[in-house]
């Protein structure tokens, strides 16, 4: 009891502990920020991958692979998979409005199946929101206003749909409803980002007309309807160049654009409807003359044949033996019941993938590629990579480099973070042993009226305890503010003082994530104390020993 | 059979490398209830003499020495022993008062109980608190519970040192020069006060002091010379 007594007042009667718990606050806020910014960036890349591909993905590199339909009611008969949808994956080049070309990947889906796989509704930008972004405090996101309500449903519904339908705007009508073209964000690089409110204002770029002319465009939402081109390149199903080297290019209007957080992905890629991306690269279904084996000549395909009524010579295509080629995906992306964050295991989906893929390519043998094996890795099965048989590959599979390089930094960071914390240690030690020194006559008192050593020495252990909780809460509570307001703390920053510590385009995020893990909290919390008393410890042991008569006597 | 007797008392310090010995075989008896003066010049070796009696310290193991009371050997009993001895027995007096100076007037006196009480303490508190606020009371500092130590007088702080020696009534009062701090009608004023409580409490008072005229208004009053208790004249 006369510890708590003495902890108390002590506590509210001088400054070199209060400082100390400054100090172990700085330490334990310090430590957190770091592991919720680091372990938020690591969460996000992680589920991001669920936003971008769904949980596992089968892929046969760029020329694709046939009856992708069956493999995905295959696979969504299977009670761990939510989803399968098509997808085709290529790489190609954006003219933009303004004489701007650009790499992109381009991608064609089919917007419903690839929802239900990514949420792909939840990416696409424009449309009516019934709430502001944390950051955008004013409400000044466009999205919010209701005028722009009915522009903005049809827009996301168009983007859902990669249809373009009438022009909102204008009313201008395409002939028939095109297939439409869903950019990045940050691709067109026409909408205006705000720092502070992190949405997007439509800019006003200036465009050249037919007739070689300069003009701004209006539109509500830039590009809207705005033509884009893609130029892509495709090849057969045994990997060439169709048509030589020419490039296909395609014209395509804007019809919304998505917002993955990914930054990489927001600025280059561009999402097109399926079946019109399968016709671009010639990858739509189609009756196609066999290919005759290797050294056997091919028969001529017209021959001059003459008419036996008439006598006419005429030419007539020689009769070819022909097959159906079905149309060809380079993806076909899972997404699991359970995610993640609710438990679920993207490698165990990749099994069972790898399962019902195997069957699928037993049953339509050398018409779809193999499946891979499997090997044993540190007692668990995984799925071996194979040049010969689909890739089958979680989010992490295909990062394995970058995630894994940023789990070993965080361990990395958090062990420098956490030794340079250990001053802390030493920062309490000092402060005690200079009290314990200052207060040596009131330890011989307390020995004089029957305080025992242990009670002696927990006196100073409880003050270090408390030191710790005090220092470690306030660091707890300072860490979540700033963790909390971390993304309007570092654009303020830049502001004011130019520094930018975040850059999208290395760390792949346009904000940075951060989210206080309550279990990493009370480590930390732990931690602070716990260092604390570890501080305390020595001066308690010398305060415990000290002889109470030269303690009385101590000037 | 003598409330305190102590045999052939030996302590011996050591300065550096030079043993100092301070108490050279020193025998006393002081029965219950009796108030006894210890004389002597400074350096006499008085304040350890109280220590030993109070089992703040041990005296030297060679050659043997033997302190008991109410026939209770010190020597026998543990660290935590002496220290239970300590809490519940013997409220030592010192000449500095020795105080705590965070704690207020009420919780100087109270953190006696509360070392004695240990864990069980909380069931004490409320009488505790009436005990000491009662000792502060008598001792004229009814009005000043609240205030801190560097607020009071020097003779203030000695009636607060003097009701937190008596919170835990023990048998045997120790007080180490209670008046060397301070002028003399207020020292006078103190040991008219301690003799009010010796009489109250019904306690044993050992009291060390260099002053013959403080000593002699105790019952009996003995001199220690050079570490030795000087024959009576």
């Given at each position: 009891m006369y510890q708590a007594l003495l902890t108390r007042r002590y506590l509210s009667s001088k400054v070199m502990p209060l400082l100390a718990s400054l100090a172990v606050m700085l330490c334990t806020a310090m430590v957190l920020i770091t592991w919720s910014v680091m372990g938020g960036f690591l969460e996000r890349l992680l589920s991001a991958g669920r936003n971008v591909m769904g949980d596992v993905a089968v892929s046969w590199g760029t020329i694709g692979f046939a009856h992708a339909d069956d493999l995905i009611a295959r696979l969504e008969k299977h009670p761990d998979v939510a989803a399968a949808a098509p997808m085709i994956e290529t790489f190609g080049l954006i003219s933009l409005p303004g004489g701007r070309t650009e790499p992109v990947i381009i991608k064609g889906i089919e917007g419903s199946s690839f929802d239900r796989v990514t949420g792909f509704a939840e990416a696409l930008w424009w449309k009516p929101v019934a709430k502001p972004l944390a950051s955008d405090q004013e409400g000044v996101?466009?999205?919010?206003?209701d005028e722009n309500r009915r522009v903005l449903g049809r827009m996301h519904a168009d983007g859902l749909a990669m249809m373009a339908s009438?022009?909102?705007?204008?009313g201008r009508d395409w002939p028939d409803p095109r297939p439409g073209v869903v950019l990045g964000i940050e691709l067109s690089r026409y909408n205006i980002r705000d720092g502070d409110s992190g949405t997007y204002t439509p800019g006003a770029p200036i465009v050249k007309t037919a007739d070689g002319r300069s003009d701004v465009q209006r539109s509500l939402i830039l590009p809207v309807n705005g033509e884009v081109v893609l130029n892509m390149m495709p090849l057969d199903s045994s990997g060439r160049p169709l048509g030589g080297l020419d490039a296909v290019t395609r014209a395509f209007p804007v019809v919304n654009e998505f917002r993955t957080g990914l930054y990489e992905i927001d600025k280059g890629t561009a999402y097109v409807e399926l079946s019109s991306l399968q016709r671009a690269l010639r990858m739509d279904a189609a009756r196609r003359i066999v290919p005759r084996p290797q050294g056997e000549r091919a028969a001529p395909a017209f021959r001059i044949e003459t008419d036996p009524s008439t006598g006419e010579e005429r030419i007539v295509r020689t009769e070819q033996e022909m097959i159906d080629d079905p149309a060809r995906v380079t993806h076909v992306l899972v997404r699991a019941k359970r995610a993640p964050a609710e438990g679920g295991d993207p490698r165990a989906l990749a099994l069972v993938v790898r399962q019902v893929y195997a069957q699928f390519a037993d049953d339509h043998a050398g018409k779809v590629p193999a499946a891979p094996g499997t090997v044993l890795a540190g007692g668990h099965a995984r799925i071996a990579e194979s040049g010969n048989a689909v890739a089958i590959r979680t989010w992490e599979d295909q990062n394995r480099t970058f995630i894994s390089a940023v789990k070993k930094e965080i361990g990395l960071v958090l062990f420098v973070f956490t030794f340079i914390s250990i001053t802390a240690v030493f920062l309490v030690l000092a402060i005690f042993w200079s009290m314990v020194s200052e207060k040596t006559r009131e330890v011989g008192i307390l020995r004089a009226i029957g305080a025992s050593r242990r009670g002696v020495a927990f006196v100073w252990l409880a003050y270090g305890g408390v030191i710790g909780l005090v220092g470690s809460a306030l660091g707890l509570a300072a860490a979540t503010v700033i963790i909390r307001n971390i993304n309007p703390i570092h654009d303020w920053m830049g502001k004011t003082?130019?520094?930018?510590?975040?850059?999208p385009q290395v760390y792949y995020f346009s904000e940075i994530p951060s989210r206080v893990v309550p279990l990493h909290a009370a480590i930390v919390f732990v931690g602070g104390v716990a260092s604390c008393v570890l501080g305390a410890l020595i001066p308690a042991m010398r305060a415990a020993r000290m002889d109470p008569v030269r303690a009385l006597r101590w000037e | 059979m003598p409330f305190i007797e102590a045999v052939n008392l030996h302590k011996t310090y050591r300065l550096g490398r030079v043993d100092v010995p301070v108490l050279r075989g020193v025998d006393l008896s002081i029965e219950k209830g009796e108030c006894l003066a210890v004389l002597g010049a400074s350096g006499s070796g008085k304040s350890t003499l109280l220590h030993l009696l109070g089992g703040l310290d041990r005296p030297d193991r060679e050659p043997t020495a033997r302190i008991l009371h109410e026939g209770r050997a010190l020597d026998g009993l543990s660290a935590r022993g002496l220290d239970d001895f300590r809490a519940g027995h013997v409220g030592f007096i010192f000449q500095f008062y020795h105080l705590f100076p965070e704690l207020t007037v009420l919780d100087n006196v109270v953190i006696a109980a509360m070392v004695r009480a240990g864990a069980s303490y909380a069931s004490v508190r409320a009488q505790a608190r009436a005990r000491a606020a009662a000792l502060l009371d008598t001792a004229g500092l009814g009005h000043r519970l609240r205030h801190r130590p560097s607020e009071l007088s020097g003779g203030e702080r000695q009636r607060v040192a003097i009701a937190r020696a008596l919170i835990n009534r023990p048998e045997v009062l120790l007080a180490d020069e209670?008046?060397?701090?301070?002028d003399r009608a207020t020292g006078r004023r103190i040991l008219e006060f301690l003799e009010g409580v010796r009489a109250r409490e019904r306690t044993t008072v050992v009291m060390v002091t260099h002053d013959p005229s403080i000593a002699e208004r105790a019952d009996r009053v003995v001199t220690l010379e050079d570490g030795r208790l000087a024959r009576p004249a």
């Amino acid at each position: 009891m006369y510890q708590a007594l003495l902890t108390r007042r002590y506590l509210s009667s001088k400054v070199m502990p209060l400082l100390a718990s400054l100090a172990v606050m700085l330490c334990t806020a310090m430590v957190l920020i770091t592991w919720s910014v680091m372990g938020g960036f690591l969460e996000r890349l992680l589920s991001a991958g669920r936003n971008v591909m769904g949980d596992v993905a089968v892929s046969w590199g760029t020329i694709g692979f046939a009856h992708a339909d069956d493999l995905i009611a295959r696979l969504e008969k299977h009670p761990d998979v939510a989803a399968a949808a098509p997808m085709i994956e290529t790489f190609g080049l954006i003219s933009l409005p303004g004489g701007r070309t650009e790499p992109v990947i381009i991608k064609g889906i089919e917007g419903s199946s690839f929802d239900r796989v990514t949420g792909f509704a939840e990416a696409l930008w424009w449309k009516p929101v019934a709430k502001p972004l944390a950051s955008d405090q004013e409400g000044v996101d466009i999205r919010l206003r209701d005028e722009n309500r009915r522009v903005l449903g049809r827009m996301h519904a168009d983007g859902l749909a990669m249809m373009a339908s009438p022009d909102p705007v204008s009313g201008r009508d395409w002939p028939d409803p095109r297939p439409g073209v869903v950019l990045g964000i940050e691709l067109s690089r026409y909408n205006i980002r705000d720092g502070d409110s992190g949405t997007y204002t439509p800019g006003a770029p200036i465009v050249k007309t037919a007739d070689g002319r300069s003009d701004v465009q209006r539109s509500l939402i830039l590009p809207v309807n705005g033509e884009v081109v893609l130029n892509m390149m495709p090849l057969d199903s045994s990997g060439r160049p169709l048509g030589g080297l020419d490039a296909v290019t395609r014209a395509f209007p804007v019809v919304n654009e998505f917002r993955t957080g990914l930054y990489e992905i927001d600025k280059g890629t561009a999402y097109v409807e399926l079946s019109s991306l399968q016709r671009a690269l010639r990858m739509d279904a189609a009756r196609r003359i066999v290919p005759r084996p290797q050294g056997e000549r091919a028969a001529p395909a017209f021959r001059i044949e003459t008419d036996p009524s008439t006598g006419e010579e005429r030419i007539v295509r020689t009769e070819q033996e022909m097959i159906d080629d079905p149309a060809r995906v380079t993806h076909v992306l899972v997404r699991a019941k359970r995610a993640p964050a609710e438990g679920g295991d993207p490698r165990a989906l990749a099994l069972v993938v790898r399962q019902v893929y195997a069957q699928f390519a037993d049953d339509h043998a050398g018409k779809v590629p193999a499946a891979p094996g499997t090997v044993l890795a540190g007692g668990h099965a995984r799925i071996a990579e194979s040049g010969n048989a689909v890739a089958i590959r979680t989010w992490e599979d295909q990062n394995r480099t970058f995630i894994s390089a940023v789990k070993k930094e965080i361990g990395l960071v958090l062990f420098v973070f956490t030794f340079i914390s250990i001053t802390a240690v030493f920062l309490v030690l000092a402060i005690f042993w200079s009290m314990v020194s200052e207060k040596t006559r009131e330890v011989g008192i307390l020995r004089a009226i029957g305080a025992s050593r242990r009670g002696v020495a927990f006196v100073w252990l409880a003050y270090g305890g408390v030191i710790g909780l005090v220092g470690s809460a306030l660091g707890l509570a300072a860490a979540t503010v700033i963790i909390r307001n971390i993304n309007p703390i570092h654009d303020w920053m830049g502001k004011t003082l130019g520094l930018y510590a975040w850059d999208p385009q290395v760390y792949y995020f346009s904000e940075i994530p951060s989210r206080v893990v309550p279990l990493h909290a009370a480590i930390v919390f732990v931690g602070g104390v716990a260092s604390c008393v570890l501080g305390a410890l020595i001066p308690a042991m010398r305060a415990a020993r000290m002889d109470p008569v030269r303690a009385l006597r101590w000037e | 059979m003598p409330f305190i007797e102590a045999v052939n008392l030996h302590k011996t310090y050591r300065l550096g490398r030079v043993d100092v010995p301070v108490l050279r075989g020193v025998d006393l008896s002081i029965e219950k209830g009796e108030c006894l003066a210890v004389l002597g010049a400074s350096g006499s070796g008085k304040s350890t003499l109280l220590h030993l009696l109070g089992g703040l310290d041990r005296p030297d193991r060679e050659p043997t020495a033997r302190i008991l009371h109410e026939g209770r050997a010190l020597d026998g009993l543990s660290a935590r022993g002496l220290d239970d001895f300590r809490a519940g027995h013997v409220g030592f007096i010192f000449q500095f008062y020795h105080l705590f100076p965070e704690l207020t007037v009420l919780d100087n006196v109270v953190i006696a109980a509360m070392v004695r009480a240990g864990a069980s303490y909380a069931s004490v508190r409320a009488q505790a608190r009436a005990r000491a606020a009662a000792l502060l009371d008598t001792a004229g500092l009814g009005h000043r519970l609240r205030h801190r130590p560097s607020e009071l007088s020097g003779g203030e702080r000695q009636r607060v040192a003097i009701a937190r020696a008596l919170i835990n009534r023990p048998e045997v009062l120790l007080a180490d020069e209670p008046t060397g701090n301070l002028d003399r009608a207020t020292g006078r004023r103190i040991l008219e006060f301690l003799e009010g409580v010796r009489a109250r409490e019904r306690t044993t008072v050992v009291m060390v002091t260099h002053d013959p005229s403080i000593a002699e208004r105790a019952d009996r009053v003995v001199t220690l010379e050079d570490g030795r208790l000087a024959r009576p004249a």
